[in-house]
Every structure is written in C-alpha cells, then in structure tokens.
C-alpha cells in the first residue's frame, strides 16, 4: 500500500510545476507568430511530463500558471480561465488514455501514444482556446480562426512531441514497450559514438534552422542530413537513444528558428512554417515507430543470446559428462581431462588462438581421451607394462574417439584435433612415442598440438599405475628436452609463458589419481 504524500509536499510540486509552466508560458511569446499563436509551445510539454509523474499537482499547477501569466494584460479573466481548462485538459487528458503495453502490441500501443499525447488532447484545447477567442470577437472571419486552430493545435503538438517526448521515452518506458523490452536510461547514451553523433546533430539542426529563417533554400534538404545521426542512435540503442537524440534536434533546431524568427519575419512565410513543421513530426514518427521496433528487435536479440548461452551450457555439460564417463574407467585419470582442457585453454589464448577456434580446442582436449571408452578397464589400470597385443587395443583409442566425433555434427570439427593429438611433431612412427600417421610440423593441426603438450605434462605430473609421478621440474625438463622432436617448440615456450604470467594454475604440485579431485 502507498503512503500518503504529505501535503507540504504536494504545495511545493504545485509551486514548483506552476513557476516552470508559467516561466514556458512566457517563453512561449518568442515564438509568437501573426495570428498571435506560438509557432511551438513549450508550456505544453511540460504539463504532458509532470502529470505522468504528479497528476492532481499538475493540474493545480497548469491552471493556475495559466491565469496568473496571461501573454496579453487586455485578456479579460473569464477567457484566461478557459485557456486554463483547456491546458489541464491537455497534460491530463494522456494520462487517461494511455495504459501499459501488453507484450506484441507495441505498434499499435505507439499509435496510441501519438493519439492521445499529440492529437485529441492538444486538439481540444487548441478548439477550447480559439472557441473562447472567437466570442471576445476577435476574429473576423471563419478563415482567420481556421488558421488560429491550426497554428495553435500543431504548436502544442510540436512542443510535445520534441520536449515531452524524449523525457517519456527515457524515463517512462512502459507507455511505449513492454516490460522485457525497456533499456536502462544509462544504455541509451553510447560512448565515444554520442560525442560524434550529438556534435553532428547539434551542427546540422543549427543549420538547418539558420537555413530555414533566411529562407536561403528549402530546409527540408538540410534537415535530410539528421537521418544518418538519428538513424544510428535509433538503431543502437532502441527507443530511449532515439527519443534524446531527436529531443537535442528539435531543440537545436527550434532555438535557432526562433532565434532569427522575429528577424526574418518567419511567421509571414507559412510555407516555410509548414515545412519546419513537417520535417519535426516527420523524425517524431521515424523515431517513435523506429524505436519501438530496434527496441524489440534487441530484445528478440537478448533472448536468442540468451538461450544461446543456455544451450551452450547444457552442451559444456554434456561434454563434461562424456569426460567423466571416461575418468569413471581408470580412476587413476580423475580430473585429467578437466586440467588438460583448462592448461589447453591458456596456452591457446597466450598463442593467439580466440572465438569458436578457442572453444573447438577446449572441447576437443576435454574429449582426447574419449576413445578409451573401447578400452577395456583391465588394461587402462593394469600396473605393469602393457603386452604387444594390449598396446594395439589401447592405441585404438585415437581413431575410436573421433570416430564417435564424427557422429556428433556439433563436434564433428573436433575429431582431427583428436585424432592427431599424439603424433610427433618430428613425424616419428617408431621408437618410443611413436606417432600414428605420420604427419609432422604444421601439417598436425595446432589444437592437438597444444593438447599433446597439456596432455603430457599432466600425466607426467599424476601418478600412474605402473609409476609415480614426476616432479613438476622433472616434468618440465622433459618438455624441454622433447621440444622440437615429441612436441611443437612453440607450443612449449607457450606453455612456459602461462606458467610466468600465472604459476598456480599449471604447476599445483605432483597429482595422485584419487586425491586429484579439482573444484570449481
């Protein structure tokens, strides 16, 4: 339940809204044109905002502000007062209209936006005010007060939708999209790309309303160059990126008309106004529907990220089971794959290796030893040496794992890293350590080169059945010593350069099989 607001509270959003609505009421003279209507109306934007916020308080606020700060002092009070009624109509009347936006609904929830915040309620208080105009007499003629109708129904409009707008946008997201779909206000300003696209905006929208004052040629050319700045914000950061950058453009852009307006008697060239017009609401709706799809579209795209991960996952823990299930055969190799896999992943990191390349290696090193699922336990644990017969059934291992690889599309690309991860960088088939195949130097793919060099120093340093382990100088002495024959010199200064940079993940001492369980 909500706690009651304190009524000091209350009186001070009052005090403050009305002397901020009445400073914009004033302001609004500078843009006063020869109908006496405002070419934009900045007081509108303000009482749109704050009674999304402050809804009672505003609609004091507006009122008040507006009888208290009438533009001319002939104005007899009864017609200040309808130009009250009609402003608390106009910030009140969205707040009303508009709901929260159910998930799918996000165009249609965008038009209503539009309908509610831009159309009918600047349209009743424009037709209120001028109603009350024509009965002190002041127009004429049905065509004068057409015009007055027009003038001041599109500057209310435009004022909302260039101030109002953008602060909506940020900061009340749930009029425009759906819960999943709303952007931090944060993550609606990138850098160092704001700083070039603010500087761009700012520089053309000054141009533009310097080119539109003068009238030199038409503006719509200069305001075409905004697409590329807008556009890109828009497209990045969805509907709150888009909504501030189109606020900063308007505002340039305004400022600078009404700069030169008076001047340049901008008021008496109504084609010219048509355009400014034309081309604030034109980038209103690029930006509003645009936004509104980039920002669905980025939360199509978390969620397939998202699953992605998840799928992921699961596949890492398949592969980590598929691992295990190896261990649970020859405990003396517990936690092997995992040690090898992490040592594989660091050294291809120190080499260069990155991206899918990176994640191919880690799963091809956790798998190396898949094949001894063929194995039969009483020769993956016996003690003493192996027989010449046994040491054929074992050295099956290397075409039985990548055969059932192969069968697997995700992993299919891993088998040849599996494959040759035991062949000799010198391309020895005989003498002890013999290779396989035959292949030597770059011609054995760099994944299962880095996995021999992991593989082997991890078994050097984990007891076996038919010995102990090697100390970890021992160990490394060996890879040294067998470096440019049994393994890739490269690899092994690689491997070398991870124990510099972080010792105590490579080197945690001599494993015992049993005792070797890792935690993560």
Not at 475 to 499: I, K, W
Request: aromatic content about 10%.
């Amino acid at each position: 339940m909500k706690r009651p607001v304190p009524l000091y509270v209350r009186i001070l959003r009052i005090a403050a809204i009305g002397i901020l609505y009445g400073f914009l009421n004033k302001a609004g003279i500078l843009f006063a044109g020869s109908l006496g209507v405002s070419l934009v109306y900045p007081a509108s934007a303000l009482g749109v905002v704050a009674a999304q916020f402050w809804r009672v308080e505003t609609g004091c606020a507006v009122f008040m502000a507006t009888v208290l700060t009438p533009w001319h002092a002939a104005n007899p009070f009864w017609l200040m007062m309808v130009y009250g009624v009609g402003n608390v109509i106009e910030a009140l009347l969205p707040t009303r209209l508009l709901r929260p936006v159910a998930p799918g609904k996000e165009i249609m929830t965008a038009v209503r936006v539009v309908w509610g915040t831009i159309v009918v309620n600047t349209l009743l208080n424009a037709a209120l005010g001028v109603s009350g105009q024509v009965l002190t007499g002041r127009w004429q003629s049905l065509s004068d007060a057409s015009q007055a109708l027009w003038s001041w129904w599109v500057s209310d409009a435009i004022a909302i939708a260039i101030l109002a707008f953008p602060v909506l946008g940020l900061f009340k997201q749930g009029l425009f999209l759906a819960g999943h779909e709303r952007i931090p206000p944060r993550r609606a300003f990138p850098w160092p790309g704001t700083a070039v696209v603010v500087v761009s905006i700012i520089g053309v929208a000054t141009f533009g309303g310097w080119i539109a004052a003068r009238s030199l040629i038409t503006s719509n050319w200069t305001m075409l160059l905004l697409l590329f700045p807008l556009g890109w914000i828009t497209v990045k950061r969805g509907l709150p990126g888009g909504a501030w950058a189109y606020g900063v453009t308007g505002c340039v852009y305004l400022a600078t008309v009404g700069f030169h307006a008076r001047d340049y008697r901008l008021h008496e060239r109504p084609d010219e106004v048509l355009a400014l017009y034309g081309n604030l609401l034109a980038y209103f709706s690029f930006v509003l529907f645009g936004g509104v799809i980039s920002s669905r579209n980025m939360e199509l795209v978390r969620r397939l990220h998202a699953r992605f991960q998840n799928l992921r996952s699961s596949f890492d823990a398949a592969v980590l089971a598929l691992g295990a299930a190896i261990e649970a055969k020859d405990p003396y190799t517990e936690g092997h794959v995992e040690r090898v896999a992490d040592s594989v992943e660091q050294i291809a990191r120190v080499m260069g290796v990155e991206g899918e390349d990176l994640d191919l290696v880690r799963y091809a090193a956790l798998l190396h030893d898949v094949g001894k699922i063929a194995v039969p336990e009483s020769i993956l644990t016996k003690p003493g040496p192996l027989t010449v017969k046994e040491r054929e059934i074992m050295e099956r291992h290397v075409e039985t794992g990548p055969a059932i690889l192969e069968r697997i599309g995700l992993l299919e690309e891993a088998a040849p890293l599996i494959r040759y991860h035991e062949e000799r960088y010198d391309g020895k088939t005989d003498g002890p350590y013999a290779g396989e195949f035959g292949l030597r130097g770059s011609e054995i793919p760099l994944g299962a080169r880095i996995i021999a060099v992991a593989d082997a120093y991890d078994a050097m340093t984990s007891d076996r059945p038919y010995r102990k382990a090697f100390t970890q100088e021992k160990a490394l002495a060996e890879l040294q010593r067998n470096a440019g024959s049994q393994f890739d010199p490269e690899v092994v200064r690689a491997f070398f350069r991870v124990l510099e940079v972080s010792p105590a993940s490579l080197s945690a001492g001599t494993r015992s099989g049993r005792r070797s369980r890792r935690r993560h």
